[in-house]
């Protein structure tokens, strides 16, 4: 019961914070797999200002989400994934 409440204590907090970036929210949520909780995920990480990031690929370098060849000569090369946004 104790956690259930702290738990919707903490859903509003969020909601409470996510109200002015509403718009910000939904475009996010258009992208395929992206729901509520993911978008406030990418906003709290990344912040609602893009232009910090010159090109998508950038930022999802940043984000550790860019998809990578670690295959040469049909060999597989051992790799440490980067730490990135991860939902």
């Known amino acids: 019961m104790f956690l259930e409440e702290s738990i919707r204590t903490l859903d509003q907090e969020i909601e409470k914070y996510l109200e002015p970036y509403k718009e910000e929210v939904q475009l996010l949520q258009s992208v395929p797999g992206v729901n509520k909780q993911t978008a406030a995920i990418l906003l709290a990480e990344m912040g609602p200002d893009m232009s910090q990031f010159p090109t998508a ?29 991860h939902t």
């Open 57 to 85: 690929a950038h930022l999802a370098s940043w984000a550790g989400v860019c998809p990578g060849n670690h295959e040469s000569a049909g060999k597989k090369k051992p790799f440490e994934p980067r730490r990135g946004i």
